[in-house]
């Protein structure tokens, strides 16, 4: 069992920066791959970065590809999510996920525990 609690969100200028932090507990977080996603209110949650178990592959939602950066530090079972040069069009609830996996999804489907949401307000 996991439980993740983000934090690190609020309210930005275009061109800005954020940092979403996302706690884990629980055991044997080194073996999770982890994800963030993200939700307009009326639209699905989409994909935006994900990490491997071990923190050396990575992949990102095209949308925010340069200017994302997912990070994963497995001594303090947290994931990261750096966001640079946000855009009006980035404003949503961020989500943390894990998945008992070592290997990265896109795939919302893949990932069976959730955090709560952290709002990220980019305004123009």
């Known amino acids: 069992q996991v439980q993740l609690v983000e934090s690190g969100g609020g309210l930005v200028q275009a061109g800005g920066s954020l940092r979403l932090s996302c706690a884990a507990s629980g055991r044997a977080f080194s073996g999770y791959a982890m994800g963030w996603f993200r939700q307009v209110p009326g639209k699905e949650r989409v994909f935006v970065a994900t990490?491997?178990?071990?923190?050396?592959?990575?992949y990102y939602a095209d949308s925010v590809k340069g200017r994302f950066t997912i990070s994963k530090d497995n001594a303090k079972n947290a994931v990261y999510l750096q966001m640079n040069r946000l855009k009006p069009e980035d404003t949503a609830v961020y989500y943390c996920?894990?998945?008992?996996?070592?290997?990265?999804?896109?795939?919302?489907?893949?990932?069976?525990?959730w955090g709560q949401g952290t709002q990220v307000t980019v305004s123009s």
């Open positions: 996920a894990a998945r008992a996996d070592w290997a990265p999804s896109n795939r919302e489907v893949d990932y069976g525990y």
């Open positions: 990490i491997s178990a071990s923190g050396r592959s990575t």
